[in-house]
């Protein structure tokens, strides 16, 4: 898979306090996936993956609980239609994320410290804000809530201990998970397989069995009617809603480095992180890129169609469904108990009232549908700092992996353990939806920055691969949107809101 630097000749620069790209030749989709040719079924079978990680994540913070908790106190009118641009921008910005990764073989984390003034500045900021947005553990916090429901038969009661211990065995599952993978991205493709189709197909049949069809239309015509957002709802709650509908908004591109170790691109020659069950794999430090003539422009198209392919024919068409599907749910809900829910039970809330109207089959089903959700996206955004922070520091620090001796899980694995002892510390300080909520607007801080920084590096890379200049005009509504809702978050923390409804 990587070759040796020494073979390498040609290189060519792109940006600032990083090595040059070495240049070779895009491989084929065939090549890579070992197949003799891409049809429906090797598609479906092989080249689909990065979206669906991305998906699970994203099916669990907006879609089950954001999502349902605004629309159950608000209604779908002048909510939907932020949930509709949100999806339509971010999938547009996971698209540009996933360009330079498969233009370069480098995944975004290692790219920004091209950007001036240089990885010192870039690198070290970037994987904080990950941290410092996703370390707070609320799906987990969530899905403990869920499983201790399903064990007692009954919502737990406020502060206890016990849904908290649920939590962390949970982190300890994806601890499991990704030991016993050989190659961890494609673990956590199998796994968003079974575990998005089987949770959307779920929340399908309840919806038809449950939920009137007036219901349905008033959630579809919530997308696509523009209305000033309902009295009482607040900018704040809005952006939380924003921020993780699809999935983080300006930090969309720390789960787009999968694509790199699904072989996507240029990807093939970077290498990617094994399991602990599979052999050792060396990543390449810096990135390869391809030469600008027609057997690679036509392979580059070739590999960008497979990238719109799985972004918005499964990301954003799954992203809309996780959004529609449990939001209705929840307005059958309220329309059931004649009240909305509120912070602290939202987890569990939709579960509570079902049980009291359709009996305790429907209250455990929908119970292990949320702690599911929940755990798919505790589990990609786990795994996901994880592989940022390993990244970062693999492909800055010579030092580091002189250390490691070239294997990258000498690395991964300790600061998994690591990362899981601070997250169960964490989730004892708040409430699991205030948690979530909090990383949601942390989410729209790095649309203040990245979507420049996106810019600079996609306008340097080669002809075939660089986008169009509309894409920069998409990329610049992602800061004005996103950007929006974190300055009213922050105006909001110390005073008063940019905005009241």
Known sequence: MADTV?????????????????????????EVFGVRRIGPSQLIKFAIGPSLIALGISIGSGEWLLGPQAVGQFGFVGV???????????????????????????????????????????????????????????????????????????????????PRIYAILLLVVVVLLTAAARKVTRTLELANWALVAGMLTV???????????????????GFFTPAAPPEGISATQLGGLAGFTALASGLNWYVMGHYRDKGYG?????GFISGLRGEKQEILPSGVTFPDNEKNQQLWRRWYRLLLTDMWGVFFVGAMLGMLLPTILMA???EIAGEGPTQENVPTFVAEVLRGEYGSFVFYIALILGVAILFTTQLGIFEAMVRVTTDASHGTSARLR??????????????????LIVISIVIHLALPVGLIEWSANMSNLGALIFPFMLIYLNSKLPRPARPRPWHYVILLLNFVFFGFFFLNFIVDFFGDPLVTF
């Open 332 to 334: 059958r809900a309220v």
């Open 6 to 30: 020494e073979s390498r000749r040609e290189t060519v620069p792109l940006g600032v306090s990083r090595p040059d790209l070495v240049v070779e030749d895009l491989p084929t989709p065939e």
């Open 402 to 419: 002189s250390f490691i001796e070239g294997d990258p899980r000498r690395f991964y694995y300790p600061f998994m353990i690591l990362l």
């Open 203 to 221: 929340l399908l049949v309840l919806d038809l069995f449950l939920v009137p069809w007036d219901i349905w239309w008033e959630g579809i015509r």
């Open 80 to 162: 939907g239609w932020v949930i509709l641009i949100s999806a339509l921008l971010q999938t547009f910005y996971n698209v540009e994320c996933s360009r330079y990764v498969v233009a370069t073989g480098e995944v975004p984390v290692v790219g920004w410290g091209r950007v001036p003034p240089g990885w010192f500045l870039w690198v070290p900021l970037s994987v904080f804000l990950v941290i410092f947005a996703f370390i707070a553990g609320g799906w987990a916090a969530s899905a403990g809530q869920g499983v201790y429901a399903v064990v007692h038969g009954e919502i737990a009661p406020s502060g206890a201990e016990e």
């Open 266 to 270: 240029m990807g093939y020659r970077a």
